[in-house]
């Protein structure tokens, strides 16, 4: 499995698909709706805070991790310390539990561009629209079938190669768009600058420790990390390249595109509802209630809305793909089956957990996990719970098993340096695995309702 692995076609090869995994719907969705509900600007402070630090240090372990065993994750574990293999199994369970409703969210995005694309805008901009379309039962269910039926012929036959190109393309037109119609909404909407000062200035006061649970699930999930996908990415990248530097970038795309969307959407939702927090809370419908309207009320903008439905569906699809293809390939090296097997497995997988994601808003609205909806629930597990603890078990096994010099050695291949390797010991060794299971052990009290933090 080691043998021929190809690699990427340069340095902005690998970044670009490292990017295209990594940008999706954790930032244009996932990471809006947060920041809303979290307080503004506080949740923006913590996250670039963590994403400088944590986020830093984990990318470059992963990264380096898996260039220099040249494995998969699972592998790679095993072949630096058998005791370790558990991680790598666990990291790859957190995309089996991701994919499936981020295929739900995927197929919402379809419906949308459809919806733009058959010149259904002025309804969609009206205030029941979205719940009546995820109440339906039948309608979000197709449309999350063609999400993961796309999403698994590209891996079956794959052509994932071809995530570089679409990457190429995809960003910048997504960065131009999101800008323009930020722009436009803080230009045209009044009481969106209100807004806008409820996103960037830090309010203290709204602090609480959850605000930084939900900030560092954001970047795990946002990143890509703490599930073996970045292992994957490195044991492809070749030895010349700087993982330091390819790190930065893939984080200022990242985060950059998450800002960006925040600002898009932010201030748009707090001037729409006049600052009500109810409305800034109100979780994943946040995107598909606000930009609507906005389009509605911009020039040209039932194109606008075409292009940018579409653009999201792209990086939504180029993150999927990478979702379901590291489940894909740790299932084949488990089980030594073949790749068209495990494909299907994953996709009856998907479907299983999917299709109650999707009822969670319809017929099967009623029930609650934990009091959670369906879908909020395998949200909260991955993002809260395991991979804070696949992100633990990563930091003790690079700072007191592999030791961190194993990867400073790696990262400073062919005359590359380090700049920051001091803050890499630190984190890694103690500040990462301290606060993570601080965290942790606050959002398991939390949703057990044991302590209301
Ligand atoms: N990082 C992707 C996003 O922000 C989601 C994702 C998570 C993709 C995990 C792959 C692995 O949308």
Redesign the pocket.
Known sequence: MSSNRSSFTGKIGFVLAAAG???????IW?FPYLAAKYGGGIFLLVYIALSLTFGFSLMVAEIAIGRKTQLSPMGAFRALDKRFAFVGVLGAIV?SI?LPY?SVIGGWVMKYAYGFITGDAFNMAQDSYFGGFIGQTWEPLVWFALFIGITAIIVLFGVEKGIEKVSKVMMPVLVVLILFIAIFTLCTVDGALDGLIYYIKPDFSKFSIMTVVAAMGQLF????LA?G?MITFGSYMKKDISIEKSTKQIEIFDTGIAFLAGLMIIPAVYAFSGGDPEALGKGPSLMFGALPKIFANMPAGTVIGVVFFVMVFLA?LT?SI??METVVSTIQDKFGIGRKASCFIVLGISIAFGVPSSLGYSAWGGVKILGLQILDFFDFASNNILMPIVAFLTCIFVGYILKPKAITDEVELEGNRLKHKKTFNIMIKYVAPLCILIILISSVLDVFGIVKI
């Open positions: 995994s990594a940008v999706g719907l954790g930032n996932r995309p991701i981020y999930y946002s990143m890509s599930m996908i939504a993150s990478s979702l």
